[in-house]
């Protein structure tokens, strides 16, 4: 097997690179595998790309990226049992699951993918289960109405996950392309808050009942949107706001909280659950299922198996597929057009 591997990487003027490194050594509980798909995460991964063009650091090193891709195992660590050579998998996890033409990741960060789902599906994997978390926290009932604010990749797949959970799913967004793939994933009511009122039409969509639960899915100053979000939720006799509110996305937010938020609950919603960011965990340990049902395996589980019974699809989502070597450009258009491409999947 190759010493060395390519991988995509920024530099500190914020610009994108294909470069050649070592491939990290194989560690006990551990997989290697050949990547065949990364998808790339424009909020997570491309949000701090203006601010490094503006104040560059030209003497910064490239740094590697991607959390997010899907291939077949070509080796695997001591004390691995869940995976043999030649098994295909879907893989996460920053620092591992990198835009490269070789990967090594943790075995509880890596999934078998069906045979019935493409590389570039499982790329998805990893969103898939953030949204999917958020969801969760968010408690949907059937009939509930549900917004989802920001229709980047994990808004898209939570509104999906939204709607199979039985609720009237509304989302918000100001780009035109994203609202028409929201269209074609399910969302019954896309908003394009540059042309209307979004608080009014929350009200007309959920027939005066107001929101019961939101999703606020994207970065940066949130406090606007944040404060239309409020004011779109369903309000008590006595009259305070009622409902549910998670921020999945790293937005900033300053709101007064008590008798100015009345009684909603706002909960924060941290990637794909349980196990994520525990090395013991991620390496083979486990949690008692009884007590920890959900956890990120168990999440990236039920993803690839509702894309399979073609309950959530992601086709959609995908606007570009380019090969590692033209990767650097369709990065560079997430971050200077993103009114013009959504889901970029890597073909190393």
């Not at 004390?79 to 591992?96: L, S």
Request: net charge negative; glycine share 12%.
């Amino acid at each position: 097997m190759s010493v060395v591997r390519q991988v995509l990487a920024i530099d500190g003027r914020g610009e994108f690179m294909v470069v050649e490194e070592p491939v990290p050594a194989l560690r006990p509980g551990q997989i290697r595998l050949r990547v065949r798909a990364s998808l790339v995460s424009p909020g997570t991964e491309l949000g701090g790309v203006p601010r490094r063009r503006a104040h560059p650091e030209p003497d910064a090193p490239p740094q590697p990226f991607g959390y997010a891709n899907a291939g077949d195992v070509v080796a695997i660590g001591e004390g691995v049992t869940r995976f043999r050579v030649g098994d295909r998998v879907a893989c996460m996890g920053g620092g591992y699951a990198l835009h490269a033409t070789e990967a090594v990741v943790p075995q509880n960060l890596a999934i078998p993918l069906p045979d019935a789902l493409s590389y570039a599906q499982g790329s998805f994997a990893h969103l898939a289960a953030t949204a999917l978390h958020a969801v969760r926290r968010a408690a949907p009932e059937i009939g509930e109405h549900f917004l989802v604010v920001g229709l980047g990749l994990v808004g898209q797949l939570a509104l999906q996950f939204a709607r199979l959970a039985g609720t009237h799913v509304m989302a918000w967004d100001r780009l035109p392309l994203r609202l028409e793939i929201a269209r074609q994933g399910g969302c019954d009511r896309p908003v394009n808050v540059t042309e209307e009122d979004p608080v009014a039409a929350a009200a007309a969509f959920s027939r005066g009942h107001g929101i019961d639960a939101s999703i606020l899915a994207f970065g940066g100053d949130g406090t606007e949107a944040f404060r239309q979000v409020v004011r779109a939720h369903k309000v008590a006799p006595d009259p305070h706001q009622m409902g549910r509110i998670v921020i999945v996305g790293g937005c900033t937010i300053q709101h007064q909280f008590a008798a100015a938020l009345g009684n909603l609950d706002v909960r924060s919603a941290a990637r794909t659950g349980p196990g994520y960011h525990d090395d013991p965990w991620e390496h083979g340990a486990d949690y008692p299922s009884v007590f920890v049902p959900w956890n990120t395996q168990r999440n990236l589980e039920e993803c690839l198996r509702f894309m399979e019974e073609g309950r959530i699809d992601v086709g959609p989502l995908i606007t570009h597929q380019v090969p590692l070597g033209d990767a650097p450009a369709a990065c560079d258009k997430l971050v200077t057009a993103p009114g013009e491409a959504l889901g970029v999947v890597i073909e190393p």
